[in-house]
């Protein structure tokens, strides 16, 4: 099942499954508990973001040929900062470079999957971590360079927490529908130039790892966002370094989720 959220053309809210690309099956219920699917389709006017996440997880450094590029060593555990739930947008939102970056701005792509709790989690062993999984997602950890790296205190969350900054979505991709998160082919493409192509094997640390480690004597509450780590051939490491401008299209593809697409503009 792949649960989105949505404004209807009434203007309300919904949550739902089953898009056909102008319609959804409205979801009754708590998509974190109990629910079901109604006969009742309503118009997509808008996509919102397929949760409001009460907390953005995100996990640095996750890809061995990403560390690699960086010329960093691989890490002994997750790589652990966070962005600002404020900083959530939805599929065909327009990512926003802020005015306070408009002399220097270096903004990056970070394509990501993305994984979505479903029940509190804490202490769980990676044996029992993706019980606690709602679904999977298409994230991109827009990142300011310099404000990362130069204006932050040597801490990552600043440059990685303006408005517009965690784009995810359409929507969730439900366990069942992924035969296995570890294995998922993952692009990221702007405007229309493949720019990251590799998959989650890729990665340090598995799905299950992060979750657990994530959760030792530690909540994760339902509706907790957690990016997983970007692949190489983000555009800071290519030379010339690829930032992103006012006018580019952002395009985040997973291997049975689907495409994320954010349009590049300017803080108004």
């Not at 990056?108 to 971590?129: F, H, P, Q, R």
């Not at 952002?250 to 590049?264: A, D, P």
């Amino acid at each position: 099942m792949q649960i989105l959220r949505f404004e209807s053309d009434s203007h309300r809210i919904y949550s739902g499954c089953d898009f056909d690309g102008k319609t959804a099956a409205v979801i009754q219920g708590d998509i974190f508990s109990e629910f079901t699917v109604t006969g009742n389709r309503k118009i997509v006017h808008q996509f919102l973001t397929p949760v409001v996440p009460g907390a953005i997880l995100c996990i640095g450094l996750n890809y061995r040929l990403h560390a690699k590029e960086t010329g960093l060593d691989l890490p002994r555990y997750p790589v652990l900062f966070m962005k600002n739930p404020g900083a959530a947008a939805a599929h065909l939102d327009k990512i926003r470079i802020p005015s306070c970056c408009s002399k220097a701005p270096e903004i990056d792509y970070e394509a990501e999957l993305g994984v979505i709790i479903k029940t509190a989690a804490k202490n769980v062993s990676e044996e029992e971590a993706l019980d606690h999984v709602l679904g999977y997602t298409c994230a991109n950890d827009v990142s300011a360079r310099r404000w990362q790296m130069h204006a932050g205190g040597n801490q990552w969350i600043r440059g990685k927490s303006f408005d517009t900054f965690c784009p995810f979505g359409p929507w969730i991709a439900t366990p069942d529908e992924i035969p296995d998160p570890d294995a998922l082919d993952i692009e990221c493409v702007l405007n229309g130039e493949t720019m990251q192509k590799s998959n989650t094997g890729d990665m340090i640390f598995s799905v299950a790892r992060i979750i657990s480690y994530l959760s030792e004597s530690t909540t994760l509450l339902p509706g907790t966002l957690i990016l997983t780590g970007t692949p190489s051939g983000v555009g800071f490491t290519r030379k010339p370094p690829v930032y992103l401008k006012p006018g580019d299209v952002l395009e985040t593809r997973i291997e049975h989720i689907g495409g994320l697409k954010n349009e590049v503009g300017s803080e108004e």
